[in-house]
């Protein structure tokens, strides 16, 4: 039993895959909490689905891909609020047009730009091909968003929670909302490349529904989310090694998995 559970991590790739499935879980996770307790989840679909014309256009332009996706990210982002001030549409709607937008945008470029980059890659990532030094980036990255968040957390709180008592005690919410927004647009740019466009989404949304359910404690909402995600991304390595199955596709079965246990919880324990 112990050689099942350690033998994963004698390979120096699935060492990296592993820190590297931690660094996106945990740093997602607190930032789900936040989208969650908001209802801006769709946002984390819209910018993970928004970079792929970014990439296309960077590469063109003989760019760093990360460039022109963060470039695209803002860009969707900007939009979104654009049309949330000027159309009348509900959030909802914009976020739906804006994210299928780009995404068209970047499916007709990646057909007409000659490029490296592999459609399934970006959708799906590659957890098991992270170079140590696309790691190290990510992670630090990962490491200073969490950082911020750290020093901002009450401020984040009350904006989040309460935007008109924020505002009455002097925070300005507009500006803390636009911080989130970077700090989630960097978040989804260092992190698709290993899990893709499409399951990223799900590691912004699953762990902190799961830890909604769980708790209506906001502090302690955040440190199941992050629990959970860690034990997610174990067993995602594991179960990937000893299957030969997609390890960032585990990691997020296992996190719907989790979901389904805390509904159930929650469910049983309104009885």
């Known amino acids: 039993m112990f050689e099942f559970l350690i033998e994963p991590f004698t390979y120096d790739f699935m060492q990296i895959a592993f820190f590297m499935a931690l660094g996106i879980s945990v740093v997602c ?11 801006y989840s769709l946002l984390g679909d819209a910018m993970s689905h928004s970079v792929m014309p970014g990439m296309i256009v960077a590469y063109a332009l003989g760019l760093p891909l990360g460039v022109g996706a963060f470039f695209s990210s803002i860009g969707c982002l900007w939009l979104i609020e654009f049309l949330k001030e000027r159309s009348g549409l509900k959030s909802d709607a914009i976020i739906g047009i804006c994210f299928t ?9 990646y057909s007409k730009v000659d490029s490296p980059l592999h459609i399934n890659e970006i959708l799906f990532g590659n957890l098991l091909g992270v170079t140590k030094e696309s790691m190290q980036i990510s992670l630090t990255i990962f490491a200073f968003v969490l950082g911020v968040i750290f020093l ?12 008109i008592n924020a505002y009455i005690v002097g925070l300005n919410p507009k500006k803390y909302y636009y911080l989130m927004l970077l700090i989630l ?3 989804v740019v260092f992190g698709f490349s290993s899990v893709g ?23 302690l909402m955040q440190i199941y989310a992050v629990l959970l995600s860690i034990f997610s991304s174990f067993v995602g390595i594991l179960a990937s090694f000893h299957s030969d199955a ?10 719907a998995f989790v979901f389904v246990l805390s509904l159930l919880y929650s469910k049983f324990k309104a009885l």
């Open 185 to 187: 647009s960097f978040v």
């Open 101 to 109: 937008s780009f995404f068209a945008l970047g499916l007709f470029l």
């Open 152 to 163: 901002l957390f009450r401020r984040f709180y009350a904006v989040f929670f309460d935007e």
């Open 197 to 219: 466009v499409i399951l990223v989404v799900a590691m912004l949304i699953l762990p902190g529904a799961s830890a909604f359910l769980l708790t209506s404690r906001f502090w």
């Open 29 to 39: 996770a607190v930032l789900s909490c936040f989208l969650v307790l908001k209802s």
């Open 246 to 255: 997609s390890t960032q596709a585990i990691i997020v079965i296992t996190q």
